[in-house]
């Protein structure tokens, strides 16, 4: 068992090398789904992300973020592909070690992203500008995530029958009032929707807020 699991990281590793990147192995281990700590497995159906599957995300980088977080929080690996600007600033320092970025994909960002799917917990995709594949064109990356055990989070990229969608709105900023101060927290609305099942939405808190439950309401 640990002789394939070795053969398999060396040959993603091989398959990064080959497009200019490197992978680390992955030490969380799931069946069907990754847990995504914190309030957000309040919102999340099952708990967390759907392993093997795509889940659409909304441009809403703090709830990426906090995604990332929760998972490399847990001593999962997660990739992000095509997102030079997103800060990490949220992701606690030891959960920073397990993340791998390659903020310029070029060409090659599916196909990064669909190498990273064999071998991690979590891989992000964001493309510049919106981009809807077709059945044809998702199919070799639709491959690789069955291959794998990763939960892709498409930001900007559309896929036919997404696994799940989620939604993040910033409703509140907190710590500033009257041209004083500096942001603190903020409330994030969060809204997960999949087939078949009744969508969950609830409100986040981010950072501090003055006397306010992290999770407020699910409805």
Not at 43 to 64: F, Q
Not at 81 to 95: F, Q
Request: positive net charge; contains cysteine; aromatic residues 2%.
């Amino acid at each position: 068992m640990q002789g394939g699991r070795a053969a398999q990281i060396a040959e993603l590793r091989a398959k990064m090398a080959a497009l200019g990147g490197e992978v680390a192995r992955p030490v969380v281990e799931g069946d069907g789904v990754l847990a995504v700590g914190g309030p957000l497995s309040h919102v999340l159906p099952n708990g967390g992300l759907p392993r093997g599957a795509v889940t659409h995300c909304s441009d809403t980088p703090a709830l990426v973020v906090e995604i990332i977080d929760q998972v490399a929080a847990a001593g999962g690996y997660a990739g992000v592909v095509g997102w030079p600007e997103l800060s990490y600033a949220g992701v606690g320092r030891d959960g920073l070690e397990r993340v791998i970025a390659v903020p310029e994909p070029g060409i090659e960002d599916i196909a990064v992203a669909g190498v990273l799917a064999e071998g991690l917990d979590l891989v992000v995709m964001r493309t510049r500008a919106p981009l809807e594949l077709t059945p044809v064109r998702a199919r070799p990356l639709l491959a690789r995530l069955r291959k794998g055990s990763a939960a892709l989070l498409a930001v900007n990229t559309t896929v036919p029958s997404p696994a799940l969608s989620v939604t993040g709105t910033i409703t509140a900023f907190h710590g500033i009032g009257e041209g004083l101060g500096r942001i603190a927290g903020i409330d994030i609305r969060v809204r997960a929707e999949r087939k078949g099942a009744r969508p969950a939405s609830a409100t986040l808190t981010l950072g501090a807020a003055p006397e306010r439950p992290r999770l407020r309401a699910v409805t």
